[in-house]
């Protein structure tokens, strides 16, 4: 099953616009896409995931999993992300064992959303 791994290219990260300049989101965006994807894993830009003090953020989702979303994350973190990713999309709730996920997975943490219980909502 394929996951996604939402990056927020507008995350300016606390630094000032430079015109002409990519923000940190940007930045962050290009690192990922100059390494392969990792199986089961779809990247895919988005315009804000709302953690501007947070920036640059990612979110991880995927169907009847949990979402999660991170921090602080910086082009040099692309591979170390990827690693994380992987791991991700290996599991199937999206839950990776603490000491197995990758450390700025277990550092950068912002927000661990439950999946939608919409399906066992309509049952009743």
């Not at 990713?85 to 199937?92: H, K």
Request: net charge neutral.
């Amino acid at each position: 099953m394929t996951v996604t791994l939402h990056v927020c290219i507008t995350c300016r990260a606390g630094e000032p616009v430079v015109d002409g300049q990519p923000v940190p989101g940007q930045r962050l965006m290009a690192a990922l896409l100059r390494h392969p994807d990792p199986a089961g894993v779809v990247i895919r830009p988005v315009e804000c995931l709302s953690a501007c003090s947070n920036g640059a953020a990612i979110a991880l989702s995927g169907p009847d999993r949990w979402t999660y979303v991170y921090g602080r994350m910086e082009a040099q973190d692309a591979a170390e992300i990827l690693q994380g990713a992987s791991a991700y999309a290996a599991t199937p709730d999206g839950i990776v064992p603490w000491r197995e996920r990758s450390p700025i997975f277990r550092k950068r943490s912002i927000a661990r959303i439950p999946p939608p219980l919409a399906s066992r909502l309509d049952e009743s």
